[in-house]
């Protein structure tokens, strides 16, 4: 099994360019969210989606969009880098929104210059 | 504001030895904890959960104990292993994470 897979592996982007993250998952879980990992920072929840057609903020969600077409698919986009941005950005998938153990993807290495 | 914490960023051990990492939270209405391993270059994997209505939960050569008088859980890793060495999350709900704290292992 594929399980949460991310593109790129890594991106260099310059300020003020946009781009989009790509995240799916083949376990047909309900729930998706994005996070970003700073050094000394832990993980922090950009956005999530409970379902197809449903999304919502997390703790960080300014500077970012998502949207949930499919059950599948749950892409970050940014909508113009800036360096705060620097980071390394996972998604997961799991059953629940809570109370439920998420899959993680080997995460998307961003730097902006 | 709610929080989840490690007590130490990084732990060293011999090989062999038992590692113990600690996890404080906030929120005494919390429910569920889980605790990740992160390896490096690699997003975190799940090891072991626990619900608020135990206190203890043991898996393959790991155990967590929560106290809830407390607000504190710990992972406890026995014959620690060089493949032991990443770093661990504790997770309340599964969402909120800690810092980590990075295990080193000797040997």
């Known amino acids: 099994n594929a399980g949460v897979t991310q593109t790129p592996k890594f991106q260099v982007l310059k300020t003020g360019q946009s781009m989009t993250l790509q995240c799916a998952q083949d376990?047909?879980?309900?729930?998706m969210s994005w996070y970003r990992q700073d050094p000394g920072m832990g993980l922090r929840l950009i956005h999530y989606?409970?379902?197809?057609?449903?999304?919502d903020q997390g703790e960080v969600p300014n500077g970012y969009n998502v949207s949930r077409s499919t059950t599948e698919d749950f892409p970050l986009r940014l909508l113009s880098a800036a360096p705060s941005q620097t980071s390394v950005y996972f998604c997961?998938?799991?059953?629940?929104?809570?109370?439920?153990?998420?899959?993680f993807g080997d995460g998307t290495r961003l730097s902006i210059l | 504001g709610e929080s989840v914490g490690l007590h130490l960023p990084t732990l060293s051990v011999q090989e062999g030895d038992n590692s113990i990492i600690n996890c404080a939270y906030s929120?005494?209405?919390?429910?569920?904890f889980i605790w990740y391993k992160q390896e490096s270059g690699k997003g975190p994997q799940f090891i072991i959960d626990?619900?608020?209505?135990?206190d203890k939960r043991q898996g393959q050569r790991v155990t967590v104990l929560l106290n809830k008088t407390v607000k504190h859980l710990s992972l406890q890793i026995a014959a620690t292993q060089p493949g032991d060495s990443a770093v661990y999350f504790c997770?309340?709900?599964?969402?909120?994470f800690g810092a980590g704290t990075r295990l080193t292992v000797k040997p």
């Open positions: 997961a998938s799991s059953w629940g929104q809570s109370n439920q153990p998420q899959h």
């Open positions: 376990m047909n879980h309900e729930y």
């Open positions: 989606s409970v379902g197809a057609g449903i999304t």
């Open positions: 929120n005494s209405a919390s429910d569920y």
């Open positions: 626990i619900r608020s209505n135990m």
């Open positions: 997770a309340e709900k599964g969402m909120r």
